[in-house]
T-cell receptor, first 112, second 110 residues
């Protein structure tokens, strides 16, 4: 039974570029949440997707957007990259009702 | 804003010693989860506590949820080098969104 998977593992971009990160949830899970973890910090909630819609959102600008597909996989898009967007981006999956979240290995994004 | 404060931020102990780390908040959470994270990897779930006053044991790790569901502690008995890592607590609120602390970095010296 595969856990949460994310791709790519590492990514290097320059300021102003756009990036797309991908996540496949744990088998049987229908809800995907995205978190940003800066160096030395705990993860910060970006947004959550359920039934292909953004269900709730943290305090992140509109440059951060997402999508969920019918198979429950999800993408995180970031436009107009800033140096401060450099972080580990984590995807977590769970069931719709309040439930434990399981994290993927993350995508390390470096913006130069 | 839901804030969790974890203390101490850094702890270094000898193999075989006991340790306790803390996670405190002024907010009430529906549940609280503890994760361990290795450098450059995603957090790995250790335990979820739901009921105020609940105590859960995972081998040498003991987790306690405060009576008011605002705080939690993690106690490790006879620490091993394999216990080294960043311990993150996360409170669940709203529609199952998590608020994390900055973590307790634990180093166990052989």
């Amino acid at each position: 039974d595969a856990g949460v998977t994310q791709s790519p593992t590492h990514l290097i971009k320059t300021r102003g570029q756009q990036v797309t990160l991908r996540c496949s949830p744990k088998s049987g899970h229908d809800t995907v949440s995205w978190y940003q973890q800066a160096l030395g910090q705990g993860p910060q909630f970006i947004f959550q997707y359920y039934e292909e819609e953004e269900r709730q959102r943290g305090n992140f600008p509109d440059r951060f957007s997402g999508h969920q597909f019918p198979n429950y996989s999800s993408e995180l898009n970031v436009n107009a990259l800033l140096l401060g967007d450099s972080a580990l981006y984590l995807c977590a999956s769970s069931l719709a009702h309040p439930d434990t979240q399981y994290f993927g290995p993350g995508t390390r994004l470096t913006v130069l | 804003t839901q804030l969790l404060e974890q203390s101490p931020q850094f702890l270094s102990i000898q193999e075989g010693e006991n340790l306790t780390v803390y996670c405190n908040s002024s907010s009430v959470f529906s549940s609280l989860q503890w994760y361990r994270q290795e450098p450059g990897e995603g957090p790995v779930l250790l335990v979820t506590v739901v009921t105020g006053g609940e105590v859960k044991k995972l081998k040498r790790l003991t987790f306690q949820f405060g009576d008011a569901r605002k705080d939690s502690s993690l106690h490790i008995t006879a620490a091993q080098p394999g216990d080294t890592g960043l311990y993150l607590c996360a409170g669940a609120y709203g529609n199952n969104r998590l608020a994390f602390g900055k973590g307790n970095q634990v180093v166990v010296i052989p």
